[in-house]
């Protein structure tokens, strides 16, 4: 699937197509949508680095909820 987004041309905005890539998988791994393989495959990263990303973006590597632990599981 390809998503795109418009946002407005503001300099300051601060927000490069590498940054909405890593929030956007960050959250859809946080709320149990991809797992965490799923999420490195996609950013094409280590597990370490992955696991040294999440916080960046406000989230845990810690899996915290039966929906995440299933979805590790079944990755």
């Avoid at 890593?22 to 991809?34: D, F, H, I, P, S």
Wanted: no cysteine.
């Amino acid at each position: 699937m390809k998503v795109t987004i418009d946002l407005p041309d503001r300099a300051n905005l601060g927000v490069d197509e590498r940054y909405a890539k890593e929030a956007l998988v960050a959250t859809l791994y946080r709320n149990g949508k991809l797992s965490g393989h799923e999420a490195r495959q996609i950013l094409g990263m280590t597990r370490r680095a992955f696991e040294e990303m999440l916080p960046r973006y406000g989230f845990s590597i810690l899996v915290d909820s039966p929906e995440n632990i299933e979805t590790e599981l079944n990755a």
